[in-house]
């Protein structure tokens, strides 16, 4: 079992940085895939940034470039990294993990096994 709490959303001005953190706690966490999503009112669940647990990393085309996820196994946490800002960045984000055997990234929140509470992002204009 995994538990997973994310922290360090906040409101931000286009163009401004935020990093956002997400603690977990259970086995085997370095073993896991840790990936970021994020979800808007009325818009489905979006894959934002991966990280398997042997250091490759994936991120959606509407972050490339901007934002970057590093994880900490010594610390059990994983970071999103948000830089240049957009208002359409704004939604909750979710950190989740994914219990796998292979070294590869999915965006399918399907595949994923468990899921933090979220934290809020506004980006005013």
């Known amino acids: 079992q995994v538990q997973l709490v994310e922290s360090g959303g906040g409101l931000v001005q286009a163009g401004g940085s935020l990093r956002l953190s997400c603690a977990a706690s259970g086995r085997t966490f370095s073993s896991y895939a840790m990936g970021w999503f994020r979800q808007a009112p009325g818009k489905e669940r979006e894959f934002v940034a991966g990280?398997?647990?042997?250091?490759?990393?994936y991120y959606g085309d509407s972050v490339k470039g901007r934002f970057s996820i590093a994880r900490d196994n010594a610390k059990n946490t994983v970071y999103l990294q948000m830089n240049s800002l957009k208002p359409e960045d704004t939604a909750a984000y979710y950190c989740a993990a994914e219990r796998t055997s292979v070294a590869i990234v999915t965006t399918n929140p399907h595949d994923y096994d468990y899921w933090g509470q979220g934290t809020q992002v506004t980006v005013s204009s």
């Open positions: 990280r398997s647990w042997s250091g490759n990393t």
